[in-house]
C-alpha cells in the first residue's frame, strides 16, 4: 500500500488571540501544529502500512515553515515528505489548493489510498479533500471514522447522523479523517532525532 | 431533490414557498452515491444554469458540494450562516464563521457561476407551510454516468435515539464536562436535556473518557453548533470547546470554578456544585410546568 497523506501546519487555537480593535487575528508569534485531524489520518495511514506494508509519504502546501511540521509527521510514522511551496499560492482558495495538491499527487504517482483531514481549523471548509478527488477522478469517503482494507478493496466507517455507515470503496480512493479512536502516537527521542535529519524533497513543478 | 422520496420533499418544499421544484427519483438513488449525486446536479445545472445553487452543509451536503464546485470549476463557500447580497455587485454576499466564530467571513464569487455555498442546517427558520400551495414539479430522467459507482453504502449502523434533534439542528443544547467525574452522572445532563427537549453534547475530555460517544463531541475537532440556549454543565470551556459553540444565542454555564474560562462567554453564570444546581433546576422547570398547565 503507498498512502499519501495531505496535511496542513495550521495556527494553534489554543494561543489564537484577537485584536479587539481590528477585530482580527493577531497571527504573530502565535505557535503552529500540525492540523489536528490531519494527524488523526496519519494515525490511521501509520497502522494501515504497519499491518500492511508499504510506505506513507505527507504532503504539505505551505511556506517553508510547514517543513517544521512535515518532520513531526516524519517523527510519528512517515516514510517520505514533500513540501510544496511558492509565493504565488499565497492566498489560494480550495479549488485552486486542490488543483495543486493534486497536481502533485499526479506528479508523485503511483498512491493507493490519499488521507486528508475532514478540515484544517481555522477555515473549517472541508472542501480540498474531495475537490482533490475530483481532479483525480477517483471515489471518495469524507467524515470517515476507521477503515481497513481487503482483497484490495477499503472497508470504511463513515460518520452519520445516526451512528455510522459501512461504506466499500474501490481503490485508488481518498478519504477524509474525522476524529478516530486512535489517538496520534507520540515520537520518540530516537524518532525525532531521525525526523530532524531527514532530507525533505521541496517542489516547484510548475516553475518548469 | 433527489431520492427515494424526491416527490413528497418537492411538496413540502412548495408548500414552504418555492416556486418550482425539479425531482430526481428512482431505485439508485436510494442512499447517497457521490458518483450519482455529483453526476445529476452537474446534469442540473448544465441544463437550467442557475447563477446561485445553496446546499444543505450536511454529512451528505458537504461531500457533493466541492465535488460539484470542482466539476464545474467554481468557487463554494463552505457552511454559511448568513446571505446576502451585495450591493455593489448584485453578487451572493456569503457569511460565514472562521476560526470558531471568532471572526465573520464575508465572501463573494464574482468571476464564475453558478456561484455556490453550504448552509449551516439550523441557522434559518423553516418558513411557515402553506397546505393550499401549488407550484409546477419536473422529473428530471438523468442516466448514471457509468456502471462504477465507487462506493456503497453496506450497512447503516443507528447507535443514537431517533426521537432528539441532531446537535447541528437542535434549538436547546446541554453538555456536560469532565465536571460530571464519572460516566454514570451523565444522567444529570440527560435529565435536564430531558425535561427541556434539548439534545445532548459533550466537551471533548468527557469522550476521551469515553463517557459518551464522540458523535456528541462540541468543539473544534467535534461538532459546530449554534442553538438558542447552550448550557454547559462541568465544562470549562477550553478555546477549542468554544470554538464549537460560541455562536450560540444564549449560553448558561455551571461550574464551581468561578474562574472557568466558560464564564468569560456566558450569558448566565452559575458558580455552583452541578451536583445540586442541576437536580435543583430539573425540579423547578418541572414546578414551573406544573404551575402554567
Known sequence: MNILVCMKQVPDTTEIKINPETNTLIRAGVPSIVNPFDAYALELAVRLKEKHGGTVTVLSMGPDQAIAALRECLSVGADKAVLVTDRAFGGSDTLATSYILSTCVKKLGGFDLIFTGKQAIGGDTGQVGPEMAEHLNIPQVTCLMDVEVNDGKLEAKREHDKGYEMVECSLPALVSVIKTDYEPRYPSIRSKMAANKAEITAKSWWRS | ?293
Open chain 2, 1 to 293: 431533490m433527489i431520492g427515494e422520496n424526491a416527490r413528497e420533499i418537492a411538496e413540502m418544499a412548495i408548500e414552504s414557498g418555492a416556486d418550482q421544484a425539479l425531482i430526481v427519483e428512482g431505485e439508485e438513488y436510494k442512499t447517497y452515491n457521490t458518483y450519482l449525486h455529483t453526476h445529476a446536479l452537474e446534469t442540473l445545472c448544465d441544463k437550467y444554469r442557475p447563477p446561485v445553487l445553496l446546499i444543505g452543509a450536511t454529512i451528505n451536503g458537504r461531500d457533493v458540494g466541492p465535488r460539484l464546485a470542482c466539476r464545474l470549476k467554481t468557487g463554494l463557500t463552505a457552511d454559511c450562516t448568513a446571505l446576502g447580497i451585495d450591493e455593489e455587485s448584485g453578487n451572493v454576499a456569503w457569511t460565514r464563521p472562521a476560526f470558531g466564530g471568532n471572526l465573520m467571513a464575508v465572501i463573494l464569487c464574482p468571476d464564475t457561476r453558478p456561484q455556490l455555498g453550504t448552509v449551516r442546517p439550523g441557522v434559518f427558520k423553516k418558513p411557515k407551510r402553506n397546505k393550499g400551495g401549488t407550484g409546477p414539479i419536473s422529473v428530471e430522467s438523468i442516466q448514471a454516468p457509468g456502471k462504477d459507482l465507487g462506493t456503497q453504502i453496506m450497512e447503516l449502523v443507528r447507535t443514537i435515539k431517533e426521537d432528539v434533534p441532531k446537535l447541528e439542528e437542535a434549538e436547546i443544547i446541554v453538555s456536560g464536562g469532565r465536571g460530571l467525574g464519572a460516566p454514570e452522572n451523565f444522567s444529570l445532563v440527560r435529565d435536564l436535556a430531558a425535561e427541556l427537549g434539548a439534545s445532548v453534547g459533550s466537551s471533548r475530555a468527557a469522550v476521551d473518557a469515553g463517557w459518551i460517544p464522540y458523535t456528541h463531541q462540541v468543539g473544534q475537532t467535534g461538532k459546530t453548533v449554534g442553538p438558542k440556549v447552550y448550557i454547559a454543565v462541568g465544562i470549562s470551556g477550553a478555546i477549542q470547546h468554544r470554538a464549537g459553540m460560541g455562536s450560540s444565542d444564549t449560553i448558561i454555564a455551571i461550574n464551581k470554578d468561578p474562574e472557568a474560562p466558560i464564564f468569560d462567554i456566558a450569558d448566565f453564570a452559575i458558580v455552583g456544585d452541578l451536583f445540586e444546581v442541576v437536580p435543583a433546576l430539573v425540579q423547578q422547570i418541572r414546578q414551573s410546568r406544573g404551575v402554567t398547565r
